[in-house]
RNA sequence: AGCGGGGUAGAGGAGAGGUACCUCGAGAGGCUCAUAACCUCUAGACGCCGGUUCGAUUCCGGCCCCCGCAACCA
């Protein structure tokens, strides 16, 4: 069976975030282990780029806005080469195909009689650039944050979306025990169907939001970001033309697969799937929500100062520490406060120490006491079912516990055998060889198992059981 | 207010109806193959109050605290 699995598109307004670096990790690390199993996968990333705040943030920088978005495009294509994706797709919002992919989502729904028009009138704040709730607003009317400034009552006419004549059938969607993980997620959305739904501006006026998509048949009104953005799991397919036959393989006859932030239930698991069911189109099979990484018991911001790059991980780190620190000590679904002191506490205990260490031991004694590569038989490089389990469960720490479960197997192997003694001395010394080979076959499980999670670092270590030599540190001691 | 999540050794985390696990740190031994690494042992914990149960830290109810749902943001 044909897979897909695609992260969210990030706005690109600002720098990649370490969240989403988690959230790509995650959707790669499943895809790199449907592609081990044989099946065809299709992954898919891309950036986020219309919108009224990118059109604002490339006048602040005094940049024309493509010139803008295509810089921070290619800042997210880094992520690639940065965190050792493997093939995703990658597209973007402004893409010509896309844009008419948007366009035709827009007319299937309102040939469906879901588009309609109404005047919205609503407390707008000029500086924010958003209509205020009373709560966003002080009781005489200002707005909390720009707190000069009073907000002005606005008539727009704009076109909604029906969602509300989605509500059952969104509950029905919401009832299939896998449609999001984890579970309570789930619950959260049926809640918030429960609790009425209301329909949804789906455009703004052109002179509030010039950098768009602009709405079929009406040129005095553009997209909304939302409606655009979210169609892009398809149109990358290829959807409506389908000329490749991608839509209808990965999307339509496969097994489908979100990756998102916790914060995206009612956009990904409702939204988006009222449009799609508006279009006739399959719904999403699942939907899976990670946590957010907290740094010293805060949200992320720039103006706290303590915002960690995915970059500067690497940097430090290196990609496959980072992969590693995301995937085992970022629990995938709760939040989980990240430290740079922690980090490097990981970093160092585990991948230093650990696996590093029991890598450069073993093969120092294969390098000086096999007079040949070991052999590796089927057995040594089948893949444990539990393992498999728990990463096809997103429980992707727990199937990296389990690999450092056999590191510290092997650490106390090596002690309790003495091999390095055993070769000492002529009557043990085939004892001792034996096991050498042993421990040579177990990292090599070890690093079978370390393909999907730690591509480059399974390679060294498969590379130097090959050659029957001891590796340059896998890990250096950072300083 | 409401909704959701969470409170586990000195620190940070995992877990589960019946010996509570991991990393760092502390104490005592051991080893020399290894990246001053590794192994063994020891001390130390399930927020509070009830309930269900043979048995609760785990399930249920109440309470107390923390975090998110508003922001440059996933």
Same mark, same amino acid.
């Given at each position: 069976?044909?897979?897909? =699995?695609?992260?969210?598109?990030?706005?690109?307004?600002?720098?990649?975030?370490?969240?989403?670096?988690?959230? *790509?990790?995650?959707?790669?690390?499943?895809?790199?282990?449907?592609?081990?199993?044989?099946?065809?996968? %299709?992954?898919?990333?891309?950036?986020?780029?219309?919108?009224?705040?990118?059109?604002?943030?490339?006048?602040?920088?005094?940049?024309?806005?493509?010139?803008?978005?295509?810089?921070?495009?290619?800042?997210? /294509?880094?992520?690639?080469?940065?965190?050792?994706?493997?093939?995703?797709?990658? *597209?973007?919002?402004?893409? $010509?195909?896309?844009?008419?992919?948007?366009?035709? +989502?827009?007319? /299937?729904? $309102?040939?469906?009689?879901?588009?309609?028009?109404?005047?919205?009138?609503?407390? &707008?704040?000029?500086?924010?650039?958003?209509?205020?709730? $009373?709560?966003?607003?002080?009781?005489?009317?200002?707005?909390?944050?720009?707190?000069?400034?009073?907000?002005?009552?606005?008539?727009? !006419?704009?076109?909604?979306?029906? %969602?509300?004549?989605?509500? @059952?059938?969104?509950?029905?969607? +919401?009832?299939?025990?896998?449609?999001?993980?984890?579970?309570?997620?789930?619950? !959260?959305?049926?809640?918030?169907?429960?609790?009425?739904?209301?329909?949804?501006?789906?455009?703004?006026?052109?002179?509030?939001?010039?950098?768009?998509?602009?709405?079929?048949?009406?040129?005095?009104?553009?997209?909304?970001?939302?409606?655009?953005?979210?169609?892009?799991?398809?149109?990358?397919?290829?959807?409506?033309?389908?000329? !490749?036959?991608?839509?209808?393989?990965?999307? !339509?006859?496969?097994?489908?697969?979100?990756?998102?932030?916790?914060?995206? =239930?009612?956009?990904?698991?409702?939204?988006?799937?009222?449009?799609?069911?508006?279009?006739?189109?399959?719904?999403?099979?699942?939907?899976?929500?990670?946590?957010?990484?907290?740094?010293?018991?805060?949200?992320?911001?720039?103006?706290?100062?303590?915002?960690?790059?995915?970059?500067?991980?690497?940097?430090?780190?290196?990609?496959?520490?980072?992969?590693?620190?995301?995937?085992?000590?970022?629990?995938?679904?709760?939040?989980?406060?990240?430290?740079?002191?922690?980090?490097?506490?990981?970093?160092?205990?585990?991948?230093?120490?650990?696996?590093?260490?029991?890598?450069?031991?073993?093969?120092?004694?294969?390098?000086?006491?096999?007079?040949?590569?070991?052999?590796?038989?089927? @057995?040594?490089?089948?893949?444990?079912?539990?393992?498999?389990?728990?990463?096809?469960?997103?429980?992707?720490?727990?199937? +990296?516990?389990?690999?450092?479960?056999?590191?510290?197997?092997?650490?106390?192997?090596?002690?309790?055998?003495?091999? &390095?003694?055993?070769?000492?001395?002529?009557?043990?010394?085939?004892?001792?060889?034996?096991?050498?080979?042993?421990?040579?076959?177990?990292?090599?499980?070890?690093? =079978?198992?370390?393909?999907? =999670?730690?591509?480059?670092?399974?390679?060294?270590?498969?590379?130097?059981?090959?050659?029957?030599?001891?590796?340059?540190?896998?890990?250096?001691?950072?300083?």
């Amino acid at each position: 069976m044909a897979r897909y =699995v695609t992260t969210t598109l990030p706005y690109v307004n600002a720098d990649p975030h370490i969240g989403f670096a988690l959230e *790509i990790v995650q959707a790669d690390v499943l895809a790199r282990t449907w592609r081990l199993q044989g099946e065809e996968v %299709f992954f898919n990333t891309g950036t986020d780029e219309h919108g009224q705040k990118i059109w604002e943030a490339a006048e602040k920088n005094g940049q024309d806005v493509q010139g803008y978005v295509d810089h921070y495009a290619s800042e997210f /294509r880094k992520l690639k080469e940065a965190l050792a994706l493997d093939n995703p797709t990658f *597209i973007r919002t402004t893409d $010509e195909h896309h844009k008419r992919a948007a366009q035709e +989502m827009w007319r /299937r729904c $309102e040939a469906k009689g879901d588009i309609y028009k109404k005047t919205y009138t609503g407390l &707008y704040c000029v500086g924010c650039e958003l209509y205020k709730t $009373e709560k966003d607003l002080t009781g005489e009317g200002f707005c909390l944050i720009h707190t000069n400034l009073k907000a002005e009552e606005v008539s727009e !006419e704009n076109y909604f979306f029906r %969602f509300s004549k989605y509500a @059952d059938q969104l509950t029905k969607y +919401m009832s299939r025990s896998d449609a999001a993980i984890p579970q309570w997620r789930r619950g !959260e959305a049926l809640t918030f169907v429960a609790s009425g739904l209301e329909d949804f501006s789906i455009s703004r006026k052109k002179e509030r939001l010039v950098w768009g998509v602009p709405v079929p048949g009406d040129d005095t009104q553009v997209m909304y970001v939302w409606f655009d953005a979210l169609t892009d799991y398809i149109s990358t397919l290829g959807w409506p033309e389908d000329i !490749e036959g991608n839509f209808a393989k990965f999307w !339509e006859s496969s097994r489908t697969l979100q990756m998102a932030g916790k914060d995206q =239930v009612r956009f990904q698991s409702l939204m988006w799937q009222a449009m799609l069911m508006s279009a006739d189109i399959k719904n999403t099979d699942q939907v899976f929500y990670h946590g957010f990484i907290t740094s010293g018991g805060q949200k992320m911001s720039k103006s706290l100062g303590n915002v960690i790059s995915p970059y500067e991980l690497v940097s430090k780190y290196g990609t496959e520490a980072t992969r590693y620190l995301l995937l085992r000590h970022v629990h995938p679904v709760e939040d989980t406060d990240v430290t740079w002191e922690r980090l490097d506490e990981w970093y160092t205990a585990n991948l230093v120490n650990g696996l590093g260490n029991l890598v450069a031991r073993v093969m120092k004694l294969a390098e000086e006491h096999l007079p040949q590569p070991v052999e590796l038989s089927l @057995d040594d490089t089948r893949i444990e079912e539990l393992f498999l389990e728990h990463l096809e469960g997103f429980r992707f720490n727990e199937a +990296m516990d389990l690999i450092w479960e056999h590191i510290g197997k092997g650490d106390a192997y090596m002690t309790e055998q003495e091999p &390095y003694k055993k070769v000492k001395q002529e009557h043990t010394k085939a004892d001792g060889i034996a096991d050498i080979e042993r421990l040579v076959r177990h990292i090599a499980k070890i690093a =079978v198992h370390l393909t999907p =999670v730690l591509p480059k670092t399974s390679v060294a270590i498969l590379a130097s059981v090959r050659t029957n030599t001891k590796p340059e540190n896998l890990f250096p001691r950072s300083t």
